[in-house]
């Protein structure tokens, strides 16, 4: 890639925010882009050739097929975040070595539809667990044993918007880079 700027690659629409307030409009806005993330990574990606899929997004970065696997990866693990942070008492839920992961021959070399298609319908759970979370359900937390760190589930929602649109983003900037169509 040209010279560009190495921080906005990793970061095309900045690094998440965590807002003053959690008002029902912020959390309804970042629960309709977590619903329909996988059309719009489907937009982006589904016609590109397994050329263009293992085109890394930046360099040293992963491929736009790693990407998408990627995305389903993490959240899963949201899901399942959530799920026990509803059933149990400030979890310390399991972390993940996403880099690990990533390495693995279904993120290298496996079709993206069956990703895409999995993310229909997990997405589809998510936006329905998170619309049906009542206050109290959004003030319930769970600990991240990367930094001990307590999480609440409102938070959770705005950081995985965040994240699906921050990866939806590098595809569509090196799409826009390689003026792939």
Not at 152 to 158: R, V
Request: neutral net charge.
């Amino acid at each position: 890639m040209k010279e560009l700027d190495l921080e906005k690659l990793k970061y095309p629409i900045g690094k998440f925010i965590i807002p003053q307030d959690y008002t029902k409009e912020y959390l309804s806005e970042k629960i309709k882009e977590i619903e329909t993330l996988p059309e719009r990574l489907a937009k982006e990606t589904i016609h590109l050739t397994d050329e263009q899929l293992d085109t890394p997004y930046r360099p040293g970065g992963w491929t736009v097929r790693q990407v998408i696997h990627h995305c389903a990866e993490s959240h899963m693990n949201c899901y399942i975040r959530i799920k026990w942070t509803l059933t149990e008492n400030n979890p310390v839920i399991k972390a993940y070595d996403e880099v690990l992961w990533s390495e693995l021959n279904d993120n290298l070399t496996m079709p993206i539809q069956p990703t895409l298609d999995l993310l229909k319908g997990l997405h589809f759970r998510l936006g329905y667990i998170m619309r049906n979370l009542s206050e109290s359900d959004l003030e319930k937390t769970f600990i991240h044993p990367a930094d001990n760190s307590e999480n609440k589930l409102k938070k959770i929602i705005g950081m995985y918007a965040w994240h699906g649109n921050h990866h939806l983003a590098h595809i569509i900037a090196l799409k826009k880079y390689k003026n792939w169509k």
